[in-house]
């Protein structure tokens, strides 16, 4: 995908996309809420929202790709508008962490959670991070306690590295343990179709 190239892909259920200005406000009432923000350093307040959309912003504007919007499809397949949260890729910048990598994340409302909209929409993000962005490997990272996030990767096809785990008090005080899966092209091209949908 060339710089600049506005981001837009559509799975079976799903549309991922780049941000409009009228995004932040919806996306902040449905995913700024304790049982979203629990592994996450918790509800955010102003500072805190400001520093997020910046970061956001920024691996777009410096890297080409960020955490995209996800916005739910309706039963027949054309656009509801729904938000359901975002997926994307950025670039590793947690220190302790592997820095530079290329990172997978997601973060939904709770209400959409169980019904595989999460797996669908990092399906996507994974494929455009091999076949786009040409990754050698995608990493993930959560906090130890986190168990659906860390059971989707595994879901994922990712596999555990404890080579990559580092302490950080930033999403999780108590145990401050961040782990991390990875997933290398070879082990996506074995495991993986292209879904169909094209960037427009």
Not at 155 to 163: V, Y
Not at 170 to 186: K, M, N, Q, V
Request: glycine fraction near 10%; include cysteine.
């Amino acid at each position: 995908m060339a710089d600049g190239e506005a981001f837009h892909q559509e799975t079976e259920r799903l549309v991922l996309r780049d941000w409009r200005e009228t995004d932040w406000d919806e996306f902040l009432r449905l995913t700024n809420a304790p049982a979203v923000m629990r592994w996450l350093g918790g509800v955010m307040d102003d500072e805190g929202i400001a520093k997020a959309r910046e970061r956001i912003e920024s691996y777009r504007r410096d890297h080409g790709h960020t955490f995209w919007v996800v916005e739910r499809r309706n039963d027949g397949g054309h656009l509801s508008g729904e938000m359901l949260g975002f997926c994307g890729l950025k670039r590793a910048n947690q220190p302790g962490g592997p820095i530079g990598d290329m990172e997978i994340g997601w973060r939904l409302r709770e209400d959409a959670w169980g019904r595989g909209y999460a797996r669908e929409a990092a399906e996507r993000a994974l494929q455009v991070g091999f076949l786009d962005y040409s990754a050698p490997h995608i990493i993930a990272l959560t906090a130890e306690r986190n168990v659906g996030s860390w059971r989707l990767m595994e879901r994922l096809g990712m596999a555990r590295r404890r080579d990559l785990d580092f302490n950080s008090p930033d999403f999780d005080p108590e145990l401050g343990t961040i782990i991390a899966y990875s997933i290398t092209r070879a082990e996506w091209d074995a495991n993986s179709t292209p879904q169909s949908g094209a960037a427009a």
